[in-house]
């Protein structure tokens, strides 16, 4: 067969077929597979690993958090890396969008990093120590049960109905956290409970 071509289309032609081969010949899509399986497991070698629950919804889907700095030797912990924990029973490994955007959630500006009270009068929020807040907390708690739980109904049944405060728990725990809030919670006769799944 004879087959007519001008320069032009043989420049063309031989540019295309030889960026093909080369692709073709360094299998490109499967070396850069490759080259990224090589790195992963040195990447996450060296960090720290911690196995928790997502915090965003009652699934609760396990995750491992990767962590530069090692906290068993006093060193501080930067969180770079967090994916689904493949031996967890609930989730296999996958995350949802948001369980898979946590790393926002880490380092967020916005996050809450320590308990703060506003004064009455005040217009602004000021950080408090973790004992100042529980000891704050059971105070009021304490002083709320004691003024308005309602022992007994109308008819002289033991009730013991504490409605006037509500706890708000966190739904992403474990099965015996959740156990444990519920006992707490139900056993000082709190009526209104709830957790961030519903809210
Ligand atoms: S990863 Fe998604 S589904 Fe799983 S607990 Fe987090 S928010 Fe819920």
Not at 118 to 143: N, T
Request: net charge positive; charged share 25%; aromatic share 8%.
């Amino acid at each position: 067969m004879n087959i007519e071509i001008s320069r032009r289309q043989l420049m063309k032609g031989t540019g295309a077929g030889l960026a093909v081969t080369t692709l073709g010949a360094l299998g490109f899509g499967d070396m850069e597979t490759a080259f990224a399986a090589s790195i992963r497991p040195y990447k996450l070698a060296s960090l720290t690993e911690t196995r928790n629950t997502c915090t965003y919804c009652s699934v609760a889907c396990g995750i491992i958090i990767y962590a530069k700095g090692d906290v068993k030797k006093g060193e501080r912990a930067d969180i770079i890396h967090i994916e689904g924990d493949t031996d967890h029973p609930t989730n296999r490994g996958t995350l949802c969008p948001k369980g898979a955007a946590l790393l926002d959630i880490v380092h967020a500006k916005t996050r809450t990093l320590y308990p703060q009270v506003r004064k009455p009068g005040s217009d602004k929020f000021e950080r408090v120590s973790w004992d100042f807040a529980f000891d704050r907390i059971a105070r009021l708690m304490k002083d709320d049960r004691d003024k308005n739980i309602v022992a007994r109904n109308n008819d002289g049944v033991t009730v013991n109905r504490w409605t006037t405060t509500g706890f708000l728990a966190a739904s992403a725990t474990t099965n015996e956290t959740a156990w444990t809030t519920y006992k707490v919670v139900r056993s000082a006769g709190m009526v209104v409970f709830d957790n961030q799944a519903r809210v």
